[in-house]
T-cell receptor, first 115, second 115 residues
Framework: AQTVTQSQPEMSVQEAETVTLSCTYD???????LFWYKQPPSRQMILVIR??????QNATENRFSVNFQKAAKSFSLKISDSQLGDTAMYFC????????????FGSGTQLTVLP | DTGVSQDPRHKITKRGQNVTFRCDPI?????LYWYRQTLGQGPEFLTY????????KSRLLSDRFSAERPKGSFSTLEIQRTEQGDSAMYLC?????????????FGPGTRLLVL
């Protein structure tokens, strides 16, 4: 079974600065997808970025980018030019690309962007 | 393209009562998932439907829990004889069967409080 670990329960960053959130995972599979989801306070879970394990190129979405290190089983999220609206709980998640359909989530990192 | 919707958004009930939640997925999505999220934790998988067929159930889904998706569109999650430990956010997600089928989109959740 796969596990996802987020070792930073809380982080803070000054507005306009850059912050990196860490995620490691454990799996014996070679084909899978990784995600970062954002959950603002009292609001719904929003997909931030996705990464296919078979792609070596790191995914980017505007101010969000990942550092995917498959051999190290590491999947960190970098947020550039942090904005107040980035304040949220961030979850790293894994899904096997075979028949299993469930997402496995980490415990989350609460990010606070300070003015 | 409307997103995933859930109803009700909040539910307060007394221990021992039955509750039912509804989820309407994104219209063209034939896959539907239920997750449970307790405070400060990542969501945990409960069950998964492809069309009307329930294909996976977690061990978290005790006998008191039942989920249906009778016509392959909306889904209901019923909890019978609620217990205080059932207090949580219940999240629904959906995904398509085709390209990017591994990417799940979440609804706003139903927050359940059992007194």
């Amino acid at each position: 079974a796969q596990t996802v670990t987020q070792s930073q329960p809380e982080m803070s960053v000054q507005e306009a600065e850059t912050v990196t959130l860490s995620c490691t995972y454990d799996t014996s599979e070679s084909n899978y997808y990784l995600f970062w989801y954002k959950q603002p306070p009292s609001r719904q879970m929003i997909l931030v970025i996705r990464q296919e394990a078979y792609k070596q190129q790191n995914a980017t979405e505007n101010r969000f980018s990942v550092n995917f290190q498959k051999a190290a089983k590491s999947f960190s999220l970098k947020i550039s030019d942090s904005q107040l609206g980035d304040t949220a709980m961030y979850f790293c998640a894994f899904i096997y690309s075979g028949s299993a359909r469930q997402l496995t989530f980490g415990s989350g990192t609460q990010l606070t962007v300070l003015p | 393209d409307t997103g995933v919707s859930q109803d009700p958004r909040h539910k307060i009930t007394k221990r021992g009562q039955n509750v039912t939640f509804r989820c309407d997925p994104i219209s063209e999505h034939n896959r539907l998932y239920w997750y449970r999220q307790t405070l400060g934790q990542g969501p945990e998988f409960l069950t998964y439907f492809q069309n009307e067929a329930q294909l996976e159930k977690s061990r978290l889904l005790s006998d008191r829990f039942s989920a249906e998706r009778p016509k392959g569109s909306f889904s209901t999650l019923e909890i019978q004889r609620t217990e205080q430990g059932d207090s949580a956010m219940y999240l629904c997600a959906s995904s398509s069967a085709g390209r990017r089928s591994e990417t799940q989109y979440f609804g706003p959740g139903t927050r359940l409080l059992v007194l």
